[in-house]
């Protein structure tokens, strides 16, 4: 491994982990507003008038963020609305072997709802989610465990929850065989071969889970798999891969098609192979709108963005910027934005690449994270209208060609 790749691979140090994402994009936005003169809303700067947290809410590594920042969000407006009503529904029971579980996304809610109010209640009442969620991952398949076990995780970290069961737990879930379609995996082994949703999923829980327990060793080699999943089969490329129809190189697959590449004269570059190709459709232009792409990408977005809160400043442009490419090939080219349970990542998206597909976005909740329209605003947003309008849209559009 050559020494700037070596760099490019480690986070940052302790002491430029602090400013991250906020001094990033508040700058990204001022530069932009001046070059492009855009009429823009400034979203002003909320003012936590609160005291200091409750000694109950025990330490927090900000894992997905920072708490100061979650104490200086605003207590208005709709995407507040959102948080708060799912902070204070009836979240059920845990259930981790159901792949469409909310209880996780609902307990998340409820540990960004108590940190900002410093609502002792909510956090006991996090408490008790996460501890109800311990051995529920019992019949079911690898892919419901990587969906739901993120949203507890980053739970705990939030409120400063930590116990010697939760972690004996989550060290020892990691590598819990469960079924993978026909084949038994564990959440780590879906992440080293399954390149698509399965496998995304897996990674985001896979590094949640590594920083929340501090274990630096599978951290790193999480962080190879996921430079090999962008495309560096320098890093890892021991994928298991489907039918090649959409690979732009059979002989030297990735997940995700490398810069420039075509096939069969079309353009394939950003296309995420192992889930576009369940289209069952040979290889076109437009591309199709194939929906796994989305759900792979929900995944690959929080592992970025998890990473990026580690120290991974540069993660977003691994491998010739493949998170851009992949969100152009579908936003862009197949005409396909995010929608449903999808549209959080938006928020991640324009936060980490500058880009502008959370216009008119409402990013209530996706299968792992959600509220990002929250907790991750972008600076560029001119409203909040659910989807987006057609003029928006076309000028999103129009940005993003540019």
């Not at 159901?98 to 410093?118: E, I, K, M, P």
């Not at 892919?143 to 930590?162: E, F, H, K, Q």
């Not at 540069?314 to 934005?337: E, F, G, K």
Request: net charge negative; hydrophobic share 40%.
């Amino acid at each position: 491994m050559s020494m700037s790749r070596a760099v490019s691979s480690s986070p940052r140090s302790a002491t430029r982990r602090r400013g991250t994402a906020n001094t990033r994009a508040i700058a990204a936005f001022v530069a932009s507003a001046l070059v492009l003169g855009a009429a823009l809303v400034v979203v002003p700067a909320a003012v936590d008038g609160g005291s200091a947290l409750d000694p109950a809410f025990g330490p927090s590594q900000g894992l997905w963020i920072d708490r100061p920042t979650v104490r200086s969000l605003p207590m208005s407006g709709e995407a507040w609305d959102d948080l708060a009503r799912d902070a204070n529904l009836g979240w059920g029971d845990a259930n981790i072997a159901d792949q469409d579980s909310r209880h996780d996304v609902y307990t998340f809610a409820g540990a960004l709802y108590a940190v900002r109010r410093n609502d002792v209640a909510m956090r006991d009442r996090v408490v008790a989610a996460i501890e109800g969620a311990i051995g529920t991952e019992d019949g079911g398949r690898t892919l419901a465990l990587a969906r739901n076990l993120t949203g507890y995780v980053l739970a705990a970290d939030l409120i400063g929850y930590r116990s010697t069961t939760f972690s004996n737990w989550l060290s020892s879930v990691r590598h819990e065989v469960l079924p993978n379609g026909s084949t038994p995996y564990t959440l780590i082994t879906t992440h080293e071969r399954r390149p698509n949703n399965w496998g995304t999923h897996a990674g985001a829980a896979r590094i949640a889970v590594a920083r929340y327990l501090d274990d630096r060793a599978d951290l790193a080699a999480a962080v190879q798999v996921f430079r090999g999943y962008l495309g560096d089969r320098s890093a890892y490329a021991d994928f298991r891969f489907g039918d090649p129809e959409w690979q732009a190189d059979p002989a030297n697959p990735v997940p995700i098609n490398p810069a420039g590449a075509t096939k069969a004269g079309f353009l394939v570059d950003g296309a995420i192979v192992d889930d576009v190709r369940r289209c069952e459709c040979p290889v076109t232009y437009p591309p199709p709108k194939e929906k796994y792409q989305w759900e792979a990408m929900q995944g690959i977005v929080t592992q970025a963005t998890l990473l990026d809160a580690a120290g991974y400043d540069d993660v977003w442009q691994w491998s010739d910027a493949a998170i851009r490419r992949a969100v152009l090939y579908l936003d862009v080219h197949a005409d396909y934005p995010a929608d449903g349970n999808n549209n959080f990542v938006t928020y991640l998206i324009d936060r980490g690449l500058g880009m502008h597909t959370s216009v008119g976005v409402d990013a209530r909740s996706g299968q792992s994270i959600g509220y990002t329209d929250w907790t991750h605003p972008v600076q560029h947003q001119l409203t909040r209208i659910g989807p987006a309008t057609v003029s928006a849209r076309a000028e999103r559009v129009n940005v993003e060609r540019r």
